[in-house]
């Protein structure tokens, strides 16, 4: 970006963008444009009422809001929470969740590694 600081940029987001990158944008100068080119929606997931994971990897805050809404009464109990990004693990701990995996982390910077460094934890 710091080439093309006179440049006008189109920013692909979703209808619950981070305002995060807006801020970023506005708040350096950049003459950007947000284009929302897709919606975030909640899928109808009552179907699964009855079926438990040991593991449930969330990957954006928006997830968490489709799990409560799906099941408003979720309780975490012995499964374990994996949340990818800064914004999801807060969501998690807003919720009251554990996040027993978070990721990035320096030694397992995606969220395939940091599922399996924990499973190899705690299987030891």
């Known amino acids: 970006l ?3 600081t006179n440049e006008k940029f189109l920013y692909p987001c979703s209808d619950v963008a981070a305002e995060e990158t807006q801020k970023f944008l506005a708040d350096n100068g950049y003459n950007f444009t947000p284009a929302v080119l ?3 929606v909640v899928s109808d997931l009552s179907d699964l009422a009855e079926v438990f994971y ?3 990897a969330f990957f954006s805050p ?3 809001q489709s799990l409560y809404k799906n099941f408003p009464d979720f309780q975490q109990n012995n499964t374990r929470v994996a949340a990818f990004g800064t ?3 807060k969501a998690v701990l807003e919720k009251g969740l554990i996040l027993d995996i978070p990721a990035p982390v320096p030694e397992a910077p995606s969220m395939t590694m940091a ?3 924990y499973i190899k934890q705690a299987n030891k």
Do not use: G, L, M, V
């Open 38 to 40: 897709f919606r975030t």
């Open 115 to 117: 599922i399996e460094q």
């Open 62 to 64: 928006s997830s968490i």
């Open 87 to 89: 914004t999801t693990h």
């Open 2 to 4: 710091k080439k093309h």
């Open 54 to 56: 040991d593991i449930i």
